[in-house]
């Protein structure tokens, strides 16, 4: 195998794949933007280990990274198409996001209450599938949360991921992932779950509506003493139209113990969805900044909706129609494909409105963010 470092230059080949221009640059590498020659396809291909024999730590994170992201198939999860070695280099190949990273966005400023709830909805869902398999993301923030076309999100990153339990990953006391979004016992280097995520997701919401992060700091210290001790200022106090309920949502997100947060991605989400807000229009999004932490295109193509809004709306109605148990069922089970657990609420709420099977299965549809994968849940509707 060759020693010779690869030329990692737009218009080079890497094997099959010809760079295309350099998305981004992080602490561990680059980000570019490749044309697959034999299929035509845009991907994005990571390349993290320039030297393979200088750094361990790096080797077993980036291989860390793409065993986890191996094993998570949801519709807001950044997939993982390949892996390969070239020369002394690792790369990973990626699914490829047209959109703009959440942190480029809000360098405009706080979003929309609605669509900061939208993303949030779909940032949990994600979390949810990688929670049911063992998989805490550990760096949850807005440089790893990517809005694509049609808004929908796309989680990405999971290079100090870890499986429940692992102690790997707070070996010598060292804390990881970025301080202003980390939960007060990851910051501690303390042994964390899922819970930890949902704190970081919280502290993300916090910072989308207010435009402003959840504690203040410029050292180390001063951040952990913040996640630590100091309440974060409630929401409505930088939003005064915001919805109370969504207010007390985020200040549970953001409790110091795990035990007094949401405990699960899936309570998280259910809470939010109560709020009714992922039915009203999104505002289109302010042009954003190109950010060099991310594997998106530097390119912004916004839907002024979420495609919900393409269905007719019903009218409310003060009788529920008598489904069959069975047919409920098969539709919960054909959306988690898509949805993930929320399927089940998302069915039981439809149910109470809709008058035949279409009308059910549409109003579901419309919860599914990709029109690909919106007719393939339609066309397994009962006739």
């Not at 990851?186 to 899922?194: H, I, Y």
């Not at 999004?285 to 991310?294: C, H």
């Amino acid at each position: 195998m060759s020693s010779h470092p690869l030329q990692l230059q737009v218009g080079s080949f890497i094997g099959d794949y010809e760079i295309v221009s350099v998305v981004g640059q992080g602490g561990m590498g680059k980000v570019f933007k490749v044309r697959n020659v034999l299929s035509d396809r845009i991907e994005a291909m990571k390349v993290v280990l320039p030297d393979l024999e200088g750094s361990g730590e790096l080797v077993e994170r980036f291989l860390r990274e793409i065993k986890v992201v191996a094993r998570l198939e949801h519709p807001n999860i950044a997939c993982l198409r390949t892996a390969l070695r070239v020369g002394n280099q690792v790369l990973m190949v990626m699914e490829f996001v047209e959109g703009s990273s959440l942190s480029a966005m809000l360098r405009g400023g706080q979003l929309d209450v609605t669509r900061a709830v939208n993303i949030t909805l779909q940032v949990l869902s994600a979390l949810g599938h990688a929670h049911q398999l063992g998989v805490v993301h550990r760096d949850v923030k807005p440089a790893n949360i990517l809005v694509g076309v049609g808004e929908q999100v796309k989680l990405t990153d999971f290079g100090i991921a870890s499986r429940t339990g692992d102690p790997r990953l707070t070996a010598a006391g060292t804390a990881v992932g970025s301080l202003y979004y980390m939960s007060p016992e990851q910051m501690k280097a303390e042994s964390v779950d899922a819970r930890s995520d949902l704190y970081s997701v919280g502290a993300t919401l916090y910072e989308m509506v207010t435009g402003r992060r959840p504690v203040p700091g410029e050292s180390f210290y001063s951040i952990l003493k913040a996640h630590s001790e100091q309440k974060p200022i409630p929401v409505v106090e930088f939003v005064p139209k915001m919805p109370p309920a969504l207010s007390n949502i985020i200040e549970r997100s953001l409790e110091k113990t795990p035990q007094a947060r949401f405990q699960s991605a899936e309570d998280f989400r259910a809470a939010l969805m109560t709020l009714g807000l992922e039915k009203q229009p999104l505002e289109p999004p302010a042009e954003a900044r190109p950010d060099p932490e991310t594997s998106i295109s530097r390119s912004w193509s916004p839907a002024p909706t979420m495609m919900r809004r393409t269905f007719p709306k019903t009218t409310s109605r003060t009788e529920s129609k008598a489904w069959d148990p069975v047919m409920l069922e098969n539709a919960r089970k054909n959306l988690a494909v898509y949805i993930g657990p929320m399927a089940k609420v998302l069915v039981s709420r439809a149910a109470k409105t809709a008058r035949t099977t279409e009308e059910l299965y549409r109003t579901l549809a419309s919860e599914i963010a990709e029109p690909s994968d919106r007719e393939k849940f339609l066309r397994s509707q009962p006739f």
